[in-house]
């Protein structure tokens, strides 16, 4: 299951021009479960194999909102779009 959802997500990438450079990446889990660790290490690995060297990013704890949804184990991978500041203004 932690494949499928690895690959969900470059399909959704792919679809939707997301060029990862320009975004912060994040993972999050819910109440920690076991699986949280291979889900990382799996991650890892996809990156690098469609060739990004990114080997670290931010943690976040998934809350209860969404928890309420998935139930409270939800696990996930996140992006935030890094903002381009223009000083000239």
Same mark, same amino acid.
């Given at each position: 299951? !932690?494949?499928? %959802? #690895?690959e969900r997500m470059f399909e ?17 889990? %819910?109440?920690?479960?076991? &699986? ?19 080997? &670290?990013?931010? &943690? #976040?704890?998934?809350?209860a909102t969404i928890g309420v ?5 939800? !696990? %996930?991978? %996140? ?11």
């Amino acid at each position: 299951m !932690m494949k499928f %959802g #690895i690959e969900r997500m470059f399909e959704y990438m792919e679809k939707n021009h997301i060029v990862l450079e320009e975004y912060y990446l994040a993972t999050g889990v %819910g109440l920690p479960v076991p &699986e949280y660790e291979p889900f990382k290490e799996q991650l890892r690995d996809e990156l690098k194999k469609h060739g990004y060297g990114i080997t &670290e990013w931010e &943690e #976040i704890q998934i809350g209860a909102t969404i928890g309420v949804h998935t139930g409270p184990y939800p !696990m %996930g991978v %996140g992006f935030l779009k890094k903002s381009i500041v223009n000083e000239s203004f």
